[in-house]
């Protein structure tokens, strides 16, 4: 390796700490492969069809990092309108599983991480000011070849309507393109978060409100749902009915969510349920790209598929693009293991 410094991967012993306050001081300097071919992202020209999803990259120290361990497209984490805490620990439980599709009564952690864990933070943000600053000095880093999408969410409010709820939503967005972002993505699904805003694929006329709103104050700006998962063809058909003319992409799974028991099958978060992440999730989260390539494939709005879930090999990057995804974000197994990306490109 050149870089002076080992990358910094997630430990389970906290040799590094996986936090704001711990992102890389230095960019390192690998030797990036080449991925052949003309790729493009949302109609954006870009190097490669690599990225990594909302989570990993908490602020712009993270994203150069990644960026420059051969990931194209940057979703910098999921940000609010209003500052706000994670959840406490433990943020990243193992779990030991190796195939997951959401009809688990549950799933035990593992002392051991096997490449897939519950994830539980609650959407942390920053305050506005942090945040926007931050994607403005990150956008001018970042090199040609790459770029960078926003995912953001809106907060809701004890009497908020849904329209209310919608303008937060379009409010980050808007932030977020004036500071920079390529792209923007909204999360409607949170499997940690009770709240509707954790849910709105699950509710696709709430979600064609905001997909409206969001539409409205980002203008031109290629625009990305990121949703749970779905097995149905009917809710696939419904939420790209509803919310297919405001959008360019849809970026699946978040995660599959089930609820969490400790070692002893005691439950673990109170008995609520936590998303798995991770390469449990892989054969579930192809399977929804494929539904979804059908369902798109069969009306008339060309709607890009962003492949999100488990992958963590060269293999399952050419599975998901064989099965209608134009880009494979990894989150997992690049936090795992921080040199994936140029491994895949060698093999790509
Ligand atoms: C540490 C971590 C934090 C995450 N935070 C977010 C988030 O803030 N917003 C979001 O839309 N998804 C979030 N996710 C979900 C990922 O974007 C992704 O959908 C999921 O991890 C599945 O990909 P993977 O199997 O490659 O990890 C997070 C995932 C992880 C592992």
Redesign the pocket.
């Known amino acids: 390796m050149k870089s002076s410094q080992s990358p910094q991967r997630y430990d389970r012993n906290q040799t590094y700490r ?1 936090n704001y306050d711990h992102a890389p001081e230095s960019t390192p300097h690998e030797d990036v492969p080449r991925v052949a071919g003309e790729w493009t992202f949302c109609g954006l020209p870009v190097d490669s069809p690599l990225g990594i ?4 990259l908490l602020n712009g120290r993270w994203v150069l990092y990644y960026a420059a361990l051969g990931f194209d497209v940057l ?1 910098y ?2 940000v609010r309108s209003s500052a706000r805490e994670c959840y406490p620990l433990p ?2 439980v193992p779990v030991g599983i190796d195939e997951i599709h959401g009809n688990e009564r549950s799933v035990a952690m593992s002392d051991e991480m096997k490449g897939s ?1 519950a ?1 539980s ?1 609650g ?1 942390p943000s920053t305050s506005p000011d942090v945040w926007r600053r931050d994607i403005e000095w990150t956008r001018k880093q970042l090199p040609s070849g790459k770029l960078l999408s926003v ?1 953001v969410v809106g907060t809701i409010q004890p009497d908020w309507s849904i329209e209310q709820l919608a303008d937060d939503y379009a409010h980050c967005a808007k932030w977020a393109v004036e500071s920079g972002a390529d792209c923007i ?1 909204t ?1 409607f ?2 499997p940690n978060v009770s709240t509707c805003d954790g849910q709105l694929f699950q509710q696709p006329q709430s979600a064609a409100i905001v997909a409206d709103r969001v539409r409205a104050a980002i203008g031109n700006t290629p625009y990305i749902i ?1 949703i749970g998962h779905v097995v149905t063809e009917e809710e696939a058909r419904e939420l790209l009915r509803s919310t297919g003319p405001f959008i360019n992409a849809v970026a699946m ?3 599959v969510a089930v609820p969490v028991t400790d070692t002893t099958g005691n439950p673990m978060f109170d008995g609520q349920v936590r ?1 798995i ?3 449990a ?1 892989f054969a579930a989260s192809l399977s929804q790209v494929e539904l979804f390539q059908r369902v798109i494939a069969s009306g008339e709005k060309e709607i890009s598929i962003i492949g ?4 963590s090999s060269a293999d399952d990057v050419r599975r998901y693009l064989t099965s209608g995804a134009t880009a494979v ?7 795992v293991d921080p040199l994936i990306g140029i491994k895949i490109r060698r093999e790509l």
């Open positions: 996986w999803p909302a989570g990993p979703t984490k999921t943020n990243l864990w994830v933070f959407m995912s993505e999360n699904s949170c990121k799974t978040n995660s998303g992440c991770g390469q999730t999100v879930g488990g992958a974000h990894l989150a997992t197994a690049a936090m």
